[in-house]
């Protein structure tokens, strides 16, 4: 079983700054991502990595502006987001894995374990 809690969401300005942190505990986890949910809308992808930290994928969206890594030594990823954009709004998930594997994953179903989410408010 693995635990997820995020923190360092906040309210910013439009292109502002944020890094968003997600703490495992239990054991480690293999892939993980991030994820963000809108008022009225579905949750979607964002960022997401392999276990050792490699193979970075992220939405469109965000390309450029967003930096995913993890630190294996402490059981946790981060989220650097930079240029923020009022679109950004939106609770942001972490979740994590719990099938070993080496790939990427990018698809919501994929992702077993999941945190509380952190609410990021971008203001214009």
């Known amino acids: 079983q693995v635990q997820l809690v995020e923190s360092g969401g906040g309210l910013v300005q439009v292109g502002g700054s944020l890094t968003l942190s997600c703490a495992a505990s239990?054991?480690?986890?293999?892939?993980m991502g991030w994820f963000r949910q809108a008022p009225g809308k579905e949750r979607e992808f964002v960022a997401a990595l392999n276990r050792i930290g490699g193979d970075l994928y992220y939405h469109d969206s965000v390309k450029g502006r967003f930096s995913i890594s993890r630190d294996n030594a402490k059981n946790t990823i981060s989220l650097q987001m930079n240029s923020l954009k009022a679109e950004d709004t939106a609770i942001y998930y972490c979740?994590?894995?719990?099938?070993?594997?080496?790939?990427?994953?990018?698809?919501?179903?994929?992702?077993?374990?999941w945190g509380q989410g952190t609410q990021v408010t971008v203001s214009s």
């Open positions: 239990g054991h480690t986890p293999y892939p």
């Open positions: 979740a994590a894995s719990g099938v070993p594997g080496s790939h990427t994953l990018v698809l919501r179903q994929q992702y077993q374990y």
